[in-house]
């Protein structure tokens, strides 16, 4: 692990970062909106719990996100990379 790398904390972030990657918590948000987006194609889904499936998943995931900033994650390439 180079210098400037923050180790995951507990357990379950080591456990999540082995199958997400160091991002775990945005990879993790993304899937919870991509299965949201799918509830409506599920045939026999009622469009109003849809509708409302769509509208938690959204505030879900937004909140996630602005909580899940990655401090420890640069957004920049590494040199060489």
């Known amino acids: 692990m180079a210098e400037n790398e923050r180790a ?3 357990l379950i972030d080591q456990h999540l970062s082995r199958i ?6 945005t990879s993790l ?13 599920i045939p026999g ?3 109003d719990v849809a509708d409302t ?3 938690v998943g959204a505030i879900v995931v ?4 602005l909580a899940a900033k990655d401090k ?3 957004g ?3 040199p060489g990379k």
Request: glycine fraction near 22%; proline fraction near 8%; charged fraction near 15%.
């Open 29 to 41: 948000l993304g899937l919870v909106a991509v299965a949201c987006g799918l509830v409506p194609l």
């Open 62 to 65: 937004g909140g996630g996100l």
């Open 8 to 10: 995951p904390d507990g």
């Open 20 to 25: 997400f990657g160091r991002s775990w918590r």
């Open 76 to 78: 920049q390439n590494k």
């Open 53 to 55: 499936v769509g509208k």
């Open 45 to 47: 889904v009622p469009a």
């Open 72 to 74: 420890s994650v640069s």
